[in-house]
């Protein structure tokens, strides 16, 4: 029996399988607002046949996005477009659905990466960002402004309002980021966060608002809708945060009631020094499972079944995140039942698209 097809609960959210469709930026939203684009992505991805589809990284307030054209979860406006997204994905597909609740920090307001990326200023539709501490991502970006305390209680007001949306939108799971050099992760890593108050200093310091915000939404969203969170495991940069202080995070939020972590890594500078390779980033969240049981997602240039497979099997990971190889071949999971022998439930109308030799390994889900 494939241990990559086998079912797996995340607090009471049955997954049917261990792949995971982690979050991918889109930017392609209107004012935060969910468009057609969205639809036709997230259908697509929800009939994969993958266990667990993350929503992009979801931006909780204007000024928390990425882009001006990033995904959002602020107002009446975002989250009934998106409620009318997902009403229609969720007529034909039952893959259940988590979003990742985000805040750009210091790497807001850019353009979009295919037009380089740069920043936006507010003559041309952007605004000025905001960070633990006034230290741009790249040279020749303007200083962000240091966030006052009275900001941080807005900053942790709009996640917990945009994790309540959520809930109204029945979101199966939440994912809090704080990963790839956004805010979050800004505030965990000593290169970005030289703050001399109660947020900034000792470790214990850099995780309290990180912590502060898990526990909040935790306070205030049922109990049965879990909360996981998305960390980098390392800056790859000496001096900068590390697996060490990963795994006293982690620790931290399990006695919290995260329900996992998703372990990627990097994106704080762009001075680190990452050796891309299938499977780099694997013994970040083999080592964080093994210091502290909590269940984890691995992903990072996993390509292949086998290698999705050796990973659950071994015990490195509980669930294999495929995001950009998802999106370059969206009937992965297919092929990778055919590859471990194992059963996979699709879409009745794409049944018979099946070869005959394989017919034997899928079934037809129930069909509106």
């Not at 241990?3 to 392609?28: D, E, K, T, W």
């Not at 214990?204 to 495991?233: C, D, H, K, Q, Y």
């Not at 969240?285 to 502290?292: G, L, N, Q, S, V």
């Not at 495929?322 to 999106?327: D, E, K, N, S």
């Amino acid at each position: 029996m494939s241990a990559l097809f086998s079912p797996y609960a995340i607090g009471n959210v049955l997954l049917s399988n261990r792949i995971v469709i982690p979050p991918m930026c889109q930017y392609s939203a209107r004012d935060g607002m969910a468009t057609h684009w969205h639809l036709l992505h997230l259908g697509n991805l929800a009939l994969s046949g993958a266990g667990l589809l993350i929503i992009e990284a979801t931006a909780v307030s204007p000024e928390g996005r990425i882009t001006p054209w990033d995904l959002g979860l602020w107002s009446d406006a975002t989250e009934n477009a998106l409620r009318e997204t997902l009403s229609v994905v969720r007529e034909y597909a039952s893959v259940p659905l988590a979003i990742q609740l985000a805040h750009a920090g210091r790497k807001a307001s850019t353009d979009r990466p295919w037009n380089g990326g740069a920043w936006v200023p507010p003559s041309e539709g952007g605004w000025l960002p905001s960070a633990p501490s006034p230290i741009p991502f790249t040279a020749g970006d303007p200083s962000p402004a240091a966030l006052e305390s009275t900001e941080l209680d807005r900053i942790v007001e709009a996640f917990v309002a945009s994790a309540e949306r959520a809930h109204r939108l029945g979101i199966d799971i939440i994912e809090l980021h704080a990963a790839h050099g956004y805010l979050l992760h800004e505030f965990l890593s000593p290169l970005s966060n030289l703050r001399e108050d109660q947020y900034g200093g000792s470790l214990e310091n850099r995780i309290r608002l990180p912590l502060r915000i898990f526990r909040e939404m935790r306070e205030r969203i049922p109990p049965s809708l879990p909360i996981g969170v998305r960390i980098s495991a390392s800056d790859w940069i000496e001096q900068g945060w590390n697996l060490e202080e990963s795994i006293v995070f982690t620790r931290a939020l399990q006695a919290l009631g995260a329900a996992y972590i998703h372990v990627s890594s990097g994106g704080l500078s762009p001075l680190q020094k990452i050796p891309l390779e299938p499977g780099y980033q694997v013994p970040f969240a083999e080592a964080i499972r093994e210091a502290t049981g909590m269940p984890t997602i691995t992903v990072g240039l996993i390509q292949d079944p086998e290698s999705a497979e050796a990973l659950v099997a071994t015990g490195k990971a509980d669930l294999v995140g495929i995001a950009r190889g998802m999106v370059f071949d969206p009937r992965w999971p297919w092929h990778a039942a055919v590859a471990l022998n194992a059963k996979l439930e699709i879409a009745a109308p794409y049944w018979r698209c099946v070869p005959g030799s394989e017919a034997h390994r899928f079934s037809a889900a129930p069909h509106p």
